[in-house]
């Protein structure tokens, strides 16, 4: 443990200006990329969807890269090293997440729209209403995951450059954001994309060596791992179920809740789906899944050894201890296995993939905004040459300073923890309505309107009455105590309610929508006819 001793005897581990010149390296040759991609800025297309001109493998690992966020390597890290088998059950539900998206929505959704979800949910249904809550179930899903992207930033850079005070927490979060800003403005989604591309790559060969590096010091022995995570740790239930969620009927059911959220929010998540807009045919966007499956397959296998890994070798308590607490857990490794080298390489890795997904965050908040509002609400579909792309420039810079505000606010929380919210509120706001416009003839806009407003509001109100926000000493707000429910996600409730009021809004509806419009999207989403550049199948 010399490396952590060390660690202990200085402000930070590693040597913090070695980390930022790493991390500033990566910030450079990523910038230069950006303003090459820029060139082709010139239409709404090119702005949102790349110009239509990623292949299904490069789609795919953009999709890891947007996919493998800060809570996949810190937060689920750290989790599995402090809680042990509950804290792998974010990386399973993650992943068998996919599957949702390959099956249900990824080539139909590519089929149906142009650029933004509710280009479909608007496509059989009255334009107006539906677009302005898909634009806001859209923005707040957008918010709740820049917060943990931005509380990531913030645990990260407390424990490398030791920096302990909250005023130099919200000077870095602010330098992360104002990056994020000028990718996504000069950049628009080209750029955005093969920041993603090159971050997956890094992240995914960052985590195999440590995996390589753990799993030689065990003799390449998983079962020795666990045996030295027990023995580190002093407490066999690492290995067994509960540690995290308990026995308790509550805690079953907080863990159901999570799963549901997990396993369902990621085919609704806006960000995830507007990448299907940028390849050219639906072939490729279910080809871009298929590679995103296997890449963030190999990526959460390596956490359950990284996550185990940590708990061996440095020990739960002094990764609960450490200023990120259980989001240090892959740095601290880092540094105990490679020294201030491997640290800064870590480092960079983690704030590259801070960067790539809340670049992602945005444009897809900014494309809602200016495509759905702007230009089909405001302008009625018929903007100005360029200012679509104008106006989602603007919103990119409002929608930064905001993330920025709200990231300093929520610095310090878990953030697999805000990310898991963050999917429950996809998953009840925007999943019913896009399975219902997809599957359902019958499917009104008063359906979706209540689906989406409804999933929206009981899931912030649950998230709001739970222990999340007041009740507990690690809750948002320590000193209150308004909790009502005691489910900390609120899937469960949300997402049933969510799928029982599209359906009610829609059975007690008088107005029947357009059987034509129907059975036009109806051939669309299956076969690709009548979709930008789509081909029949």
């Not at 750290?78 to 998206?101: E, K, N, P, Q, R």
């Not at 009927?249 to 995830?272: M, N, Q, R, Y």
């Not at 963050?422 to 896009?434: D, M, Q, R």
């Amino acid at each position: 443990m010399s490396h952590l001793a060390a660690a202990a005897a200085s402000a930070s581990p590693g040597n913090p200006w070695l980390n930022i010149g790493i991390f500033g390296a990566f910030v450079a040759i990523t910038l230069v990329i950006v303003f090459r991609a820029s060139r082709n800025n010139k239409t709404a297309s090119d702005y949102y969807a790349a110009g239509r001109s990623f292949t299904g493998g490069q789609n795919g690992s953009a999709i890891a890269g947007d996919y493998l966020s800060a809570a996949s390597f810190l937060g689920i890290v750290g989790a599995i090293a402090v809680t042990g088998y509950d804290g792998f059950l974010y990386s399973i539900g993650f992943l068998v997440a996919w599957l949702v998206a390959l099956l249900l929505v990824a080539e139909l959704l590519r089929n149906t729209g142009r650029f933004t979800m509710a280009d479909v949910l608007s496509f059989r249904l009255r334009q107006k209403p539906v677009r302005i809550a898909a634009a806001t179930t859209t923005l707040v899903v957008c918010f709740f995951y820049l917060l943990a992207q931005m509380a990531g930033a913030g645990g990260l850079v407390s424990l490398l450059l030791g920096i302990g005070d909250k005023v130099g927490q919200g000077v870095v979060i602010t330098v992360v954001g104002a990056l994020m800003i000028l990718y996504v403005l000069i950049g628009g989604m080209k750029g955005t994309t093969w920041v993603q591309i090159i971050k997956a790559g890094l992240l995914i060969a960052g985590a195999a060596v440590m995996t390589v590096w753990v799993l030689a010091l065990n003799g390449f022995n998983f079962s020795t791992l666990l045996d030295n995570a027990v023995a580190t740790a002093g407490n066999p239930a690492i290995l067994d179920p509960g540690l995290k969620y308990g026995v308790s009927e509550i805690a079953k059911l907080d863990f159901l809740s999570l799963g549901l959220a997990l396993v369902l929010g990621t085919a609704a998540l806006p960000h995830v789906l507007m990448r299907f807009y940028t390849v050219p045919t639906a072939k490729e966007a279910r080809k871009s899944v298929v590679w995103a499956i296997w890449l963030i397959g190999i990526f959460y296998v390596f956490t359950l050894v990284l996550g185990y890994g940590a708990a061996a070798l440095i020990g739960p308590e002094t990764i609960a201890a450490a200023p990120g607490g259980a989001n240090s857990a892959a740095p601290l490794l880092a540094f105990e296995l490679g020294g201030p080298i491997l640290l800064g390489l870590i480092a960079a890795i983690a704030f590259a993939t801070i960067l790539a997904v809340v670049a992602g965050l945005t444009i897809t908040a900014a494309a809602s905004f200016a495509h759905d509002i702007y230009a089909s609400v405001v302008k009625k579909g018929k903007p100005a040459p360029g200012a679509e792309v104008k106006v989602a420039r603007r919103t990119v810079v409002v929608i930064g300073i905001i993330a920025i505000i709200g990231g300093i606010g929520a610095n310090g929380q878990n953030i697999a923890f805000l990310v898991a919210l963050a999917f429950a509120v996809a998953a009840s706001a925007n999943l019913p309505t896009i399975v219902y416009s997809l599957f359902w003839k019958r499917f009104t806009t008063q359906g979706a309107l209540w689906s989406m407003y409804g999933g929206l509001a009981s899931a912030l109100i649950v998230i709001a009455l739970s222990p999340v926000v007041s009740g507990t000493p690690t809750s948002m707000i320590p000193g209150a105590d308004f909790d009502i429910i005691p489910l900390s996600n609120p899937g469960i409730i949300s997402i049933p309610l969510a799928f029982l009021l599209g359906w009610l809004g829609s059975v007690l509806d008088k107005n029947t929508e357009d059987p034509a419009k129907q059975s036009e999207m109806e051939v669309r989403s299956l076969t690709g006819v009548g979709a930008e550049k789509a081909i029949q199948h």
